[in-house]
């Protein structure tokens, strides 16, 4: 089994100032690593992910995510937020191989934007 | 290409009515699944199909609720008798079995269910 832990439920931060929420996740497993944004009433969008090769992973939006095995996480960052980033951003990870392999998420991180 | 459809997307009912919820994958996805998303929370696993066969339905409260995939393509998500506690948004996601985006889900906007 997965579980994915989002260490910060909400993160306030000014605009044009750069960002960093945090994840870690637990698996005995080899997964896959995702981040997806959700805006207010819809639906979960991706941003980035990591399979395989280089740890240092771009999205769309400007954000990027850095694999660390030894430390099972992988952060998201931003180095200049906008206002139209303010969102729901949640972690998750799937098991590699097939069979059951939905997706593991955590609880999500609200990032607030403020002017 | 179009994404995946849900409906109804709003639905209020009152407790111990049914409802039924509607997903289509993106064309050639064998793959399908139902998430639940309780406000404030992050989506959890209700089920995965593969094709027409359940994979995975370890979370799946089999006393109310039922999903189906009849035909390989699209699927009913079914509560009956609803409770309060099923007041979420239901999401419905599609993937490739295999190919160069292994790994990524599609996601739906999702049914919003109130249960007064």
């Known amino acids: 089994a997965q579980s994915v832990t989002q260490l910060d439920s909400q993160v306030p931060v000014f605009e044009e100032a750069p960002v960093e929420l945090r994840c870690n996740y637990s698996s005995s497993v080899s997964v896959y690593l995702f981040w997806y944004v959700q805006y207010p009433n819809q639906g979960l969008q991706l941003l980035l992910k990591?399979?395989?090769?280089?740890?240092l992973v771009k999205g769309i939006n400007g954000f990027e995510a850095e694999f660390n095995k030894s430390q099972t996480s992988f952060h998201l960052r931003k180095p200049s937020v906008h206002i139209s980033d303010t969102a729901e951003y949640f972690c998750?990870?799937?098991?590699?191989?097939?069979?059951?392999?939905?997706?593991?998420f955590g609880k999500g991180t609200h990032l607030i934007i403020q002017p | 290409e179009a994404g995946v459809a849900q409906s109804p997307r709003y639905k209020i009912i009152e407790k111990r009515q049914s409802v039924a919820f509607w997903c289509n994958p993106i064309s050639g996805h064998a793959t399908l699944y139902w998430y639940q998303q309780i406000l404030g929370q992050g989506p959890k696993l209700l089920i995965q199909?593969?094709?027409?066969?359940?994979?995975?339905d370890s979370q799946l409260p089999k006393d109310r609720f039922s999903a189906e995939r009849l035909k390989g393509v699209d699927s009913t998500l079914k509560i009956q008798p609803a409770k309060l506690e099923d007041s979420a948004v239901y999401l419905c996601?599609?993937?490739?079995?295999?190919?160069?985006?292994?790994?990524?889900?599609?996601f739906g906007e999702g049914s919003r269910l109130t249960v007064l």
């Open positions: 998750a990870v799937r098991k590699r191989g097939g069979g059951a392999d939905g997706l593991t």
């Open positions: 990591y399979l395989s090769g280089s740890t």
């Open positions: 199909f593969q094709n027409n066969g359940v994979v995975d």
């Open positions: 996601a599609s993937s490739l079995a295999e190919g160069p985006n292994t790994g990524e889900l599609f």
